[in-house]
């Protein structure tokens, strides 16, 4: 119990029928067998010190490097080395031995401890062959589909170039033709505004005339009516039955203020009339007309203020609640204002002359027009299928501006979506695009990033996909996904979870990452060592 | 792990988003708190209250006497008790109560024990009583009525000096027919209740009902007191609190002559030294769930213990208010002369100049129920408070060691990985634990079938690895007529009531909650029940248990607690609130020893607390955040609990909430390193933080502060063991150990654990160096890392780096540890011990080893330990048994010898217990002086000496 005192592994050692190991210290690997000399002063590896062999694996450390106890837990940077025969050796933290815990498959981190080990090496060795087989199948079926893959995206890749090569071409023709008949309808339209103007012009002329006809025959009726006793003058006296001419506004309109009107006269006949006529024709009203009713003006109904609660309520179902009131007031409100809006005030009413329409252009004018339409139409029907051909170019530019792999063997992936389906949601893994989410059972999309960047580690960026900037978490950050490939005969996502909040992080197998297999890791078992 | 507001409903995101800190509006001030703001409006001034001398009755325990309130005429009574230990007790109940007011049961382990009190003389106006000891008297003034406790010529303690006892008495509701009813209606239940359990005679009870007459004939002159808002009802926000009773509140004021520093009633985010409340909320005792709670603040938290301890060159007190309802503390300066007069004059003499610290309790309901403890020493009132409420719980050995949590370890393939992380990392830890999201739909007892669908599996690879689980069980209870538990609790009645007689429901985590009446002791027989193996389906051996949200936590209820006006029996809420979570962690602890039917130890940690909580395990500081004044203050609140019993205590390593940068989660880790509880805790919303996910540099800056911890097991589990036995805290402020070095009052950046190792943690963002106080004229002290010697009674300036722990051992001290750190403490099991001693000045040391199966209640039970004295002096080093009639065999053996500050022998020699001797090798190192013994090999548990010639 105190002193485990000098303990050499025996080369028949714990496990059965094992090749023959050679005698050296517990815990010491065939490759520094040579500083373990039996009965000769040990050397610290370091060469700190020399200390006597038997204070080799004493279980006290007296070198600095622990290189004196391989085989016990006694210094605290010590290694301790297992055979594992039929399995691959390895070494482990000497705080590892005989802590009742089985470490080394061959069990002989645990002779002291009363752990009961079971040698599992040939077990390991054999699920571990088979498992490296397996992988080794994957890797060559894989890497023969990426070789296809590379083909295929070479071809893909060569064939856009072309195409765009081509399309380039064909939008110099197009950029020609653009301009062309830009020309052509510059020069239609020219002769067409002209045409209009003309047109445009007669019709306001005699719009003119029209009205002054029109004033003239109102200014006589007029006349008629405010001669009331016929008498072929207007007077003071017949002036002040209509009210509505008072100046002032007062209410009524005085005899001073009649005379003004009829400029200082106590009457006039037509011919002067003509000069009264322009300072009360706005106000005058037809006595043959009834009047015309004032808008009643309906006043808008007052926007109700959505009752506030300043009483901040902390209660999770109480506050809802709330929230969603006030959101339906808003809306209500908002909707009360469409329904209920006051009658938009009346425009006047059109004079007689307005709502005559301009009589159609002369057959001259509409050939003119007729013919700018036509190059205006054509014009735009090129310069959209320009703009069309500059986005097809820009999208094929684009997609060959992405990184797909030193042998581009990522090209497929382009333009393609990949879903995993858990027991709640939808994942979806679009790449070179983005990673979403979505529940499985109703509910919206979330976003869990878009394409940011490869982000392997230096001797292989391919290996990871960083997708940044999803939709924001609450006091985190934006959602983001790592997308760990794998080798695989399949692409598939494998898996994926949320290892931190809001970081997701996807498995997904593809052939395009599969590694040329070497021969020497078809036969992957003679690492065994003696 | 969380609080009020969580992803459960989209709304209370927006809540939270506005809330960068508490959010203060949640929580009642002082003037909020009718009890409160009414108890706050008397100020100091002559008591209304005298004591009736010729009412005196006294027999060898006990005396009584009866008080008056000369305002209204209501009787009190007073029961005054000298306890062993150099204690006395104040109780102070109405005379004749409408109903019963409520005792807090439960608490104290037993009824402590009494010592003769005797009448040393009497006058018109007083009684002089004799507490014995070197003069110690209790002199009872009768008008105004005070109580003083002197001992000689000081004054050690006055109770109603300032005038604030005041003690509203049951009353019948005035105006409204249908309150009144309510309550005659509670009070004709328990008229029922008391009938079957009063062991009163019908004579006592006759007696009772003259006196009440006598009193009603006086009544004539009485001016009826005025009901003042809040008193039959009270709201705060939206909330109503019916107050069926009326008003019950108490009040008591405490003068401390000659006292400057008063420290305790946790918990609360400040300063280890209580402060001035004048002007400010007085220090508030509510069990409280605060979300992001701020520092520096008297604001309640999530446990309290209603215990005071005053603290001067010449004394060391304690004040224990044994009352579980609301609780407000003030405390204010004074000077002595301004509180003494009458009677106590005779017998002191009072500068008026002297300092003097008043202390003012309020409590909402109950009655006044206050020990006071008299030292004189900090290790007296440790033991005497420990006489009350016990000790703190012997944990096992692995639940001292690392903890790693995270709200949430998602599945089990999460928890391998994490698993396999540390041992990839070569970083020891005990304990994976696992937060709310690993039951099934919050239904704790319960596993997620789908992220958990093989519990057992887990939980078996953990232990073959020699480590541990820690699953929550929060005493919300989904309400869900699928779920056994709630089914169960539901069908046997055990939920708390509402005020009108259903089951009282409330918002937490799993939605609508009931919650389980844990002040019923049949509840808690049940609850305990529930951890069988066979009833708690996957759970193993090597799984214990968290119990969050215990305040109790209700989202939806006032101050995001619990109704005052729910019901637990026949008693309200306000009466036990503060209760609560004791019971919950003790029904819960119970149930794990019952589990192995008695034989191992539980470990269970709890958020809310109360005294006496220390029987049932460990308590951490809450939800805190990822900040330096965070990393700060854990060690004045753990200091805190650690004077008020509760040792076992830490806060979340990294803060709860929020992302630490590495700085500060390397810092956390150190300093929580030398925290008794360690554990490393994350809010889901952070990022993840294993400790090896900031850099190689970082990560083994947290090995190396994570094995410091393991190498010094053996410190800590004898000191737990010290503590289980003695009531001795495990980390202490330097006062306590220093308690004339008035340089230590009110130190808070350093401490001690136990009294041998002084911890000065590096708290400070780019910190190039601290000062730490090394206390003790004529000690010495060592830097445990360097060995370098240094003097006490020094500040000294330490240059630190990111790789620095200032820690120091004490010049005579010896110190045992393992320093060959494994994968978990129970691969440590059976190593050798190294021994570090520390000589003092005049060269001699002493230290204590203590081994046992570190699990099970066979040290207890049939004495199955190991307890060694080690001692050094006249350069003979020897081992030497504290416990002859223990017996218990360890493989552990004495690996190497490291002494500090001695000189180099000639030669160093071995006698075992048999008479052998052997040579023993060594080395010196003459720059440093230090001596290294190679290895004695010796067995842990024989007699030995070494003598360096």
């Known amino acids: ?530 | 792990m969380a609080a009020s507001c969580e992803s459960l409903l989209p709304l209370v995101l927006l809540l939270c988003l506005s809330a960068q800190a508490v959010d203060r509006s949640n929580f009642k001030t002082c003037e909020q708190s009718a009890f409160c703001k009414r108890q706050r409006e008397l100020t100091a001034g002559r008591s209304p209250y005298r004591a009736l001398l010729d009412t005196l009755e006294l027999s060898d325990s006990r005396l009584t006497l009866q008080l008056i309130n000369d305002n209204n005429k209501v009787r009190l009574l007073l029961e005054l008790y000298r306890l062993q230990g150099n204690m006395t007790r104040v109780k102070i109940n109405e005379l004749k109560p409408l109903k019963p007011r409520y005792e807090v049961p439960d608490v104290l382990i037993s009824d402590p024990i009494t010592e003769k009190l005797s009448v040393v003389s009497q006058d018109e106006n007083s009684l002089v009583l004799s507490l014995g000891g070197k003069d110690q008297r209790l002199i009872i003034s009768a008008q105004p009525f005070r109580l003083d406790i002197v001992e000689g010529p000081q004054v050690l303690m006055s109770l109603n000096s300032r005038g604030l006892l005041a003690f509203e008495h049951l009353r019948a509701r005035k105006d409204t027919s249908i309150s009144h009813k309510i309550s005659s209606t509670v009070g004709s239940m328990w008229d029922s209740f008391k009938s079957m359990f009063s062991s009163k005679s019908e004579s006592e009870q006759e007696t009772e009902q003259e006196n009440v007459e006598q009193q009603t004939d006086e009544d004539g002159q009485i001016k009826e007191e005025e009901d003042k808002p809040g008193m039959w009802e009270e709201t705060f926000k939206s909330h109503a609190d019916s107050k069926p009773n009326g008003p019950s509140s108490i009040s008591l004021d405490f003068s401390l002559p000659g006292v400057e520093h008063v420290y305790g009633i946790p918990e609360h985010a400040d300063t280890l030294k209580l402060k001035n409340t004048d002007g400010s909320d007085p220090y508030r005792l509510y069990n409280l769930d605060v979300f992001q709670y701020e520092l520096h603040n008297p604001m309640a938290l999530y446990g309290a213990v209603p215990v005071l301890i005053s603290h001067s060159t010449d004394r060391t007190m304690g004040i224990f208010w044994l009352n579980a309802a609301e609780t407000w503390v003030d405390i204010s300066s004074n000077t002595a002369g301004k509180t003494m007069f009458g009677k106590i004059l005779d017998f002191v003499q009072v500068s008026s100049e002297a300092p003097q610290t008043d202390v003012r309790w309020i409590s909402e309901s109950g009655i006044i129920d206050v020990f006071i403890m008299l030292g004189p020493k900090p290790a007296d009132v440790f033991t005497q408070y420990a006489s009350l409420t016990g000790t703190q719980s012997f944990p096992p050995l692995s639940a001292l060691a690392y903890h790693q949590c995270r709200w949430n370890y998602n599945d089990q393939e999460d928890v391998k990985t994490v698993d396999q992380g540390f041992d990839e990392h070569d970083i020891p830890y005990d304990f994976i634990w696992l937060d709310i999201e690993h039951a099934d739909g919050k239904r704790y007892f319960t596993w997620d079938p789908s992220k958990f669908p093989q519990p057992k599996e887990m939980l078996q690879g953990l232990m073959d690895k020699r480590r541990k689980l820690v699953a929550i069980v929060d005493p919300h209870i989904r309400v869900d007529s699928g779920y056994k538990i709630h089914n169960e609790i539901r069908s046997k009645n055990f939920y708390v009531k509402n005020k009108d007689g259903g089951d009282y429901e409330g918002w937490c985590w799993p939605g609508n909650a009931g919650y389980p009446d844990f002040t019923n002791p049949e509840m808690r027989a049940w609850w305990a029940s529930q951890f069988a193996y066979d009833q708690y389906e996957g759970s193993m051996e090597n799984q214990y248990i968290w119990n969050d949200m215990n305040e109790p936590s209700v989202f939806n209820g006032p101050e995001v607690t619990m109704h005052k006006d729910a019901l637990h029996g026949v008693w309200e809420h306000r009466d036990v609130h503060n209760l609560y979570g004791l019971y919950v962690q003790k029904a819960t602890a119970d149930g794990l020893i019952q589990r192995s039917e008695g034989v191992q130890r539980p470990f269970v940690l709890t958020r809310a607390f109360f005294a006496g909580s220390q029987r049932y395990g460990a308590v951490w500081t809450g939800d805190n955040a990822a900040e330096w004044g965070h990393l700060k203050i854990s060690i004045p609140m753990c200091l805190s609990l650690g004077l008020v019993g509760i040792s076992f205590c830490g806060a979340d390593v990294g803060g709860f909430f929020k992302h630490p940068s590495a700085e500060l989660l390397v810092r956390w880790y150190q300093a929580g390193a030398y925290q008794p509880f360690f554990r490393a805790h994350a809010h889901i919303d952070t990022p993840r933080r294993e400790p090896w996910l900031f850099g190689p540099d970082n990560t083994a800056l947290i090995r190396e502060a994570i094995r410091q911890r393991y190498a010094l097991l053996p410190y800590w589990y004898q000191l737990f063991y010290n503590a289980n036995r003695t009531g001795q805290p495990v980390m202490r402020p330097l006062w306590v150990e220093y308690p004339d070095d008035v340089t230590t009052f009110s130190t808070e950046d350093e401490y001690l654990i136990g009294k041998d190792l002084l911890v000065h943690p590096v708290t400070d963002e780019g910190a190039t160096g601290v000062t730490a106080y090394l206390p003790g004229k004529d000690e010495v002290w060592y830097d445990v890392h360097t060995f370098q010697k240094h003097d006490g009674d020094q500040s000294l300036y330490i240059p630190v780096t990111m790789s620095s722990i200032p820690v120091f051992q004490r010049g005579g001290s010896i110190i045992c540890r393992k320093d060959r750190v494994r994968r978990s403490s129970s691969c440590m099991e059976n190593d050798p011990y190294t021994l570090y001693v520390a000589l003092s000045s005049q060269g001699s040391a002493e230290g204590e080893l203590y081994i046992d199966d570190f699990h099970t209640f066979s040290f207890e039970e049939a004495k199955q330990f190991v307890h060694r004295r080690l001692s050094f002096s006249a350069n003979t080093l020897s081992s030497r048994n504290l416990a002859p009639d223990s017996q218990f065999s360890t493989a552990s053996w004495i690996e190497r010898i490291v002494i500090f500050g001695g000189s180099q022998p000639s030669s160093a020699t071995l006698k075992n217990a048999d008479g052998t001797e052997s040579a023993l090798e060594f080395e010196f190192d003459s720059t440093l002086a230090v001596l290294t013994l190679r290895k004695p090999g010796v067995n842990a548990a024989a007699d030995w000496t070494i003598v360096l010639r």
């Open chain 1, 1 to 530: 119990m105190t002193c485990l005192h000098l303990l050499l592994t025996l080369g028949f050692a714990v496990s059965l029928g094992t090749p023959v190991e050679i005698q050296r210290p517990r815990g010491v690997p065939l490759t520094k067998k040579q500083f373990y000399e039996e009965n000769k002063p040990f050397t610290c590896l370091d060469g700190s010190r020399t200390i006597p062999f038997d204070r080799v694996n004493d279980d006290y450390c007296d070198c600095k490097d622990g290189s004196d106890e391989p085989g016990t837990a006694a210094c605290p940077n010590g290694s301790f080395h297992c055979t594992n025969a039929g399995y691959r050796p390895m070494f482990i933290p000497s705080s590892r031995i005989n802590d009742g815990i089985c470490d080394c498959c061959d069990t002989t981190d645990e002779y002291n401890s009363g752990a009961k080990c079971e040698n599992t090496c040939k077990e390991l060795g054999r699920k571990e062959r088979e498992v490296l087989h397996k992988m080794a199948e994957i890797t060559k079926e894989g890497f023969l589909l990426k070789r296809q893959l590379i083909e295929e995206a070479k071809k893909g890749h060569q064939e856009k170039q072309s195409k765009v090569t081509d399309m380039q071409e064909n939008k110099k023709q197009l950029d020609e033709k653009v301009e062309a008949l830009r020309t052509v309808k510059e020069t239609a339209e020219q002769p067409e505004k002209e045409a209009k103007e003309r047109h445009l012009k007669a019709w306001e002329e005699q719009k003119a005339a029209i009205r002054l006809e029109k004033d003239k025959a109102k200014m006589a009726e007029a006349f008629l009516e405010l001669d009331d006793d016929a008498d072929g003058f207007v007077s003071v006296s017949e002036l002040q039955s209509h009210a509505e001419l008072d100046p002032d506004a007062d209410g009524t309109l005085t005899e001073i203020e009649a005379q003004g009107l009829l400029g200082g006269a106590e009457q006039v006949d037509t011919s002067t009339f003509e000069s009264v006529w322009p300072k009360i024709k706005d106000k005058y009203h037809s006595e043959s007309q009834p009047e015309e009713p004032a808008p009643v003006e309906t006043p808008p109904d007052e926007v109700k203020e959505p009752v506030v609660d300043n009483d901040s309520e902390p209660y999770p179902e109480d506050d809802i609640s709330e929230e969603e009131d006030e959101d339906d007031e808003d809306e209500d409100d908002y909707h009360e204002d469409d329904d209920k809006a006051p009658p938009t005030v009346k425009t006047p009413e059109k004079s007689d002359e307005d709502d005559e329409a301009m009589p159609p252009y002369d057959a001259d004018t509409q050939a003119l027009i007729d013919a700018a339409q036509k190059a205006r139409d054509d014009f735009e029907e090129a310069e959209k299928a320009l703009r069309e051909m500059d986005d097809q170019i820009r999208n094929i530019e684009k997609e060959l501006s992405f990184d797909f792999g030193p042998d581009a063997e990522f090209t497929y992936l382009y333009n393609q979506c990949y879903e995993l389906t858990t027991s709640e949601y939808i994942y979806r893994l679009c790449p070179f695009n983005r990673v979403s989410q979505k529940p499985k059972f109703g509910g919206s999309e979330t976003n869990l990033g878009t394409w940011g960047s490869w982000s392997g580690p230096e001797n292989n960026k391919y290996l990871l996909m960083k997708y940044e900037h999803g939709t924001g978490c609450w006091q985190g950050p934006n959602r983001s996904t790592t997308v760990k490939l794998t080798c695989g005969k399949e692409t598939v996502v494998t898996s994926t979870s949320e290892p931190s909040r809001c970081e997701y992080l996807m498995e997904f197998t593809t052939p395009a990452v599969c590694q040329e297999p070497s021969n020497a890791d078809l036969s992957p078992h003679d690492h065994e060592e003696l």
